[in-house]
């Protein structure tokens, strides 16, 4: 089996039939060229890194809506719109593809914490800012919320074995550790808040209410995720983080 990550050949084995072409109009195309003819250009093949873009956009969608044991890789293969072999060409296995799915969506989580921009001069509009933020990733993205539920299940399985993505890593961690200093400092928050409790509260609270919609929709008799009660629920997280936070 081919290496991941591997290259050499793999738009000609993704496009091209079964056998050898014959070599009988090998003279003709020389001839061509050297008359200055125009010869047809190659269409229908594929870069190696749309086919593997392809293949991972459709495994997130394949592995978040069905699980990591419900997913099927012919499903994957048909949405990607290549065959069973390109997955295990580049990926190797089930489980490999499925821990570049994890990895996909948690760089894109960690991107978005870094270029998160802390309001130090007004502690408690960036902490307002910071929670919305949060809460308007996990709403963006859905498959994420799903994902964690899966991987939860597995019991952190195929996350601890990810090298480049670690939750110490995540940098929401140190943007709230910037905020509570600067509100500290300020005397607007209180002086004994944890920042690792304080982030989970925000976490918590946002991804409860995505990742329990349906339950809690069927028992409560409404849409949790209608624009105005979603808005009405990033506001009330605001309120419960602002409000235990403020310095009596």
């Not at 489980?95 to 948690?106: G, S």
Request: proline content about 4%.
């Amino acid at each position: 089996m081919a290496k991941m990550g591997a290259t050499v050949g793999v738009a000609e084995i993704d496009q091209a039939p079964v056998g050898r072409p014959k070599a009988r109009n090998a003279s003709a195309a020389s001839t061509a060229r050297k008359q200055g003819s125009p010869t047809r250009p190659a269409t229908g093949r594929r870069s190696p890194e749309e086919v593997q873009a392809r293949i991972l956009n459709a495994a997130v969608f394949e592995f978040s809506e069905h699980s990591f044991s419900g997913a099927r890789i012919d499903k994957i293969s048909k949405r990607a719109k290549t065959v069973d072999r390109m997955l295990y060409y580049y990926f190797g296995s089930k489980e490999r593809l499925y821990q570049a799915v994890l990895e996909h969506v948690f760089s894109k989580l960690i991107l978005a914490q870094h270029n998160f921009v802390v309001d130090e001069d007004d502690p408690v509009n960036g902490m307002r800012e910071l929670v919305m933020h949060s809460w308007e990733h996990y709403r963006d993205n859905p498959e994420l919320v799903r994902l964690l539920v899966t991987e939860n299940l597995l019991r952190g399985k195929y996350f601890k074995k990810l090298g480049k993505i670690k939750l110490a890593s995540m940098p929401l961690v140190s943007r709230v550790e910037q905020l509570l200093n600067a509100g500290m400092k300020r005397g607007v928050f209180r002086a004994d808040a944890d920042p690792h409790q304080v982030l989970l509260t925000i976490i918590s609270l946002g991804f409860f209410y995505l990742s329990n919609q349906y339950t809690c929709a069927a028992w409560m008799g409404y849409t949790l995720v209608e624009d105005e009660r979603c808005a009405a629920w990033s506001e009330h997280i605001c309120r419960v983080v602002l409000d235990y936070l403020a310095a009596k």
